[in-house]
């Protein structure tokens, strides 16, 4: 009820919530409290959060933050929905976003932009960025958020919070609606390291429904945090430190690698030479999946229709033009031309290459490092409107999250302290299915 009060005495200025479900979160805090009564334990059990409004909510709106779905009531719960209420979870409701998760800025949302709880005229990074700013405002404790090229880390970075995206195939992606299949990943965003550990735990495991989901143990993040850091080997790519990021921000960096320096970490630094091909490939392979993932909204099936068609053509093509946004549109004519007859080998099966040795480079300098250490973004967050008319100037925003997405690395973000009153994140990747090491070095750290 707490809570509840907050959201409508606060999220009028913020915007982060879609669809407040105060009746179905009383229903479930009382369900939990009748499973306490009965000898139930568990840090979730009651625990409230909200989800990302691209998680099917069985009986609630699931808009993607798009006119397209405005209307959709999902018939079923995402995986990652239906694991976090078994676990005891009172869900407060759904969570703003750029609209189909296509941004960095959360400003292309159909329900308008949400605003960074440090400072209302700025962005509060996208495109989990309903999720960030409910927890930074403190709105609920833990939202969940998915993480194509940076939508948890860099949100998370911007409005002082921990985010982490999980190895590919960690967390199930049934119910999540997709933007980019073989780069999405559904992942939390809380205050500390600790309360990421506990929800990626409920999140995370094997999904028969996910044919990309993984069959192989959960490890006990909890149990992870507390180990030493003595000896870990820290790994700082010479390529993170060149123009274009914020010198303020190198120096928060530093000042972490002393901290963990303190704590027994040691510090090389390593190269990860074809990062510098990240953006033009993700920017190729991410609208390409996008375009075919976003066929299916057709105005026949489910969703939008438009007014009086004349004819099947008609329907498609008004119901889609008018449904859509402009960045989604932007992207789906984007990844339709790359893969289109003749230009295929041109665009896609070249990023293809490129993410192949943007992988091989991780695989390379985890041979010689535990976790590579950099800045979550650039620049904190900007002004509403500041990159809005300038997509290229958004899209380089995510030079430093998008290559774990591409070589399916887990990848987190954690508080980093503050340039003129605006939180900064650093952020630290790990080898394949190594988010326990990920949450253990920034619990030592925080
Ligand atoms: N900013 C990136 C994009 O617009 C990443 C978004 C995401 O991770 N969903 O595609």
Redesign the pocket.
């Known amino acids: 009820e707490a809570l509840l009060a907050r959201i409508g005495q606060f999220d009028p200025q913020l915007n982060s919530f879609i669809t407040v479900t105060a009746d179905q979160a009383r229903a479930q805090a009382q369900a939990a409290d009748t499973r306490r009564a009965a000898g139930e334990s568990g840090a979730l059990l009651g625990a409230p959060i909200a989800h990302k409004d691209l998680f099917c909510t069985q009986g609630v709106r699931t808009s993607c933050a798009s006119k397209i779905l405005d209307n959709f009531v999902s018939p079923y719960d995402a995986t990652v929905v239906e694991k976090l209420a078994a676990a005891g979870c009172v869900s407060l409701g759904k969570l703003n976003m750029?609209e189909f998760?296509?941004?960095?800025a959360n400003e292309s949302s159909h329900y308008g932009p949400v605003r960074n709880p440090w400072n209302l005229e700025c962005v509060p990074g996208?495109?989990s960025g309903g999720s960030a700013a409910a927890v930074a405002a403190r709105l609920i404790p833990a939202a969940t958020g998915?993480?194509?090229?940076?939508?948890?880390r860099?949100p998370a970075a911007l409005t002082n919070l921990t985010g982490i995206k999980p190895t590919y195939g960690r967390v199930s992606r049934w119910g999540m609606i997709a933007?980019a299949s073989s780069l999405?990943q559904g992942g939390p965003l809380a205050r500390t390291a600790e309360d990421c550990a506990l929800l990626l735990g409920a999140m995370a495991g094997f999904d028969p429904k996910d044919s990309t989901c993984v069959d192989q143990p959960v490890d006990d993040y909890l149990a992870a945090l507390n180990r030493p850091l003595a000896g870990l080997r820290i790994g700082l790519p010479r390529e993170y430190f060149g123009a274009g990021l914020d010198p303020l921000l190198s120096d928060a960096v530093m000042a972490c690698v002393e901290v963990l320096k303190k704590l027994g970490a040691t510090v090389k630094e390593i190269g990860l030479p074809n990062m510098q091909h990240a953006i033009p490939a993700?920017y190729v392979i991410?609208p390409a999946e996008a375009s075919s993932n976003l066929s299916r909204f057709d105005g026949v099936r489910f969703g939008y229709r438009c007014e009086n068609p004349v004819n099947l053509e008609d329907l498609y093509k008004r119901s889609r033009g008018e449904g859509f946004g402009a960045e989604v549109k932007r992207r789906i004519m984007v990844g339709t031309y790359a893969l289109s007859a003749g230009y295929y080998d041109a665009y896609y099966l070249k990023a293809q290459k490129i993410r192949r040795l943007i992988r091989s480079d991780f695989i390379g300098a985890f041979q010689e490092v535990d976790v590579i250490l950099g800045p979550t973004t650039p620049n904190p967050a900007w002004k509403l409107g500041e990159k809005s008319s300038d997509p290229i100037a958004?899209?380089l925003?995510?030079i430093y999250?998008?290559t774990a997405?591409l070589a399916g690395i887990p990848g987190l973000s954690m508080p980093a302290g503050f340039i003129d009153g605006l939180p900064v994140g650093v952020q630290l990747l790990a080898p394949y299915f190594q988010e326990g090491r990920l949450l253990n070095v920034a619990h030592q750290y925080q």
């Open positions: 750029d998760a296509m941004g960095s996208g495109s998915s993480d194509t090229g940076g939508s948890i860099q933007y999405d993700y991410a958004a899209y925003e995510d999250t998008i997405n």
